[in-house]
T-cell receptor
Framework: SQQGEEDPQALSIQEGENATMNCSYK?????LQWYRQNSGRGLVHLIL?????REKHSGRLRVTLDTSKKSSSLLITASRAADTASYFC????????????FGGGTRVLVKP | GAVVSQHPSWVICKSGTSVKIECRSL??????MFWYRQFPKQSLMLMAT?????????EQGVEKDKFLINHASLTLSTLTVTSAHPEDSSFYIC?????????????FGDGTRLSIL
């Protein structure tokens, strides 16, 4: 079953704007991971944030984690057309036997 | 970075054919590999967890006799879709983890698009 729910399901922005997407989950986690998937391709790992961390950065990406609200956000700053992709959050926790459980994904379109 | 190679990337075959998909970890050893299925514009659905040297663990609702998984070495897992039918058409993706710790990301192959005529 899908533990993570992502919001919004789709996002359309202009190049240069920021894109924010949110992920909520239900059970306790060891970590939460964000992945990107270009159309027809596999998933590329972006950021892993552990349950005892609150924020992580990687280049133009910023991920936050609020375990009290069981939610995470991914911010892409100064978006580029190449950022057009689907973004998935995935949780890893004991309830799922340490397997990844994926959210529904957010489809991001960055218009040049 | 860690690389997972998945082959073939695209298969078209007739109904009733069995199709084998390979997943290889190229620069690390993977005691555990995962097989996912993805329908258009949907998320990944875990089918099974492949453990080197032992039987795969299938998720509820996934037919083990339909989707045969073999993980004979630390760098190779295969998924065989037996007697494939049009409803098996989908995008199949494998992933691998190179350490036993759960606090490491999974590395994904590029997927296999399976089309059954």
């Amino acid at each position: 079953s899908q533990q993570g729910e992502e919001d919004p399901q789709a996002l359309s922005i202009q190049e240069g704007e920021n894109a924010t997407m949110n992920c909520s989950y239900k059970t306790s986690i060891n970590n939460l991971q964000w992945y990107r998937q270009n159309s027809g391709r596999g998933l590329v790992h972006l950021i892993l944030i552990r349950s005892n961390e609150r924020e992580k950065h990687s280049g133009r990406l910023r991920v936050t984690l609020d375990t009290s609200k069981k939610s995470s956000s991914l911010l892409i700053t100064a978006s580029r057309a190449a950022d057009t992709a689907s973004y998935f959050c995935a949780t890893n926790g004991r309830a799922a036997g340490n397997k990844l459980t994926f959210g529904g994904g957010t489809r991001v379109l960055v218009k040049p | 970075g860690a690389v997972v190679s998945q082959h073939p990337s695209w298969v078209i075959c007739k109904s009733g054919t069995s199709v084998k998909i390979e997943c290889r970890s190229l620069d690390f050893q993977a005691t555990t590999m995962f097989w996912y299925r993805q329908f258009p514009k949907q998320s990944l659905m875990l089918m099974a967890t492949s453990n080197e040297g032992s039987k795969a663990t299938y998720e509820q609702g996934v037919e083990k006799d339909k989707f045969l998984i073999n993980h004979a070495s630390l760098t190779l897992s295969t998924l065989t879709v037996t007697s494939a039918h049009p409803e098996d058409s989908s995008f199949y993706i494998c992933s691998a983890r190179d350490v036993t710790s759960s606090n490491q990301p999974q590395h994904f192959g590029d997927g296999t698009r399976l089309s059954i005529l």
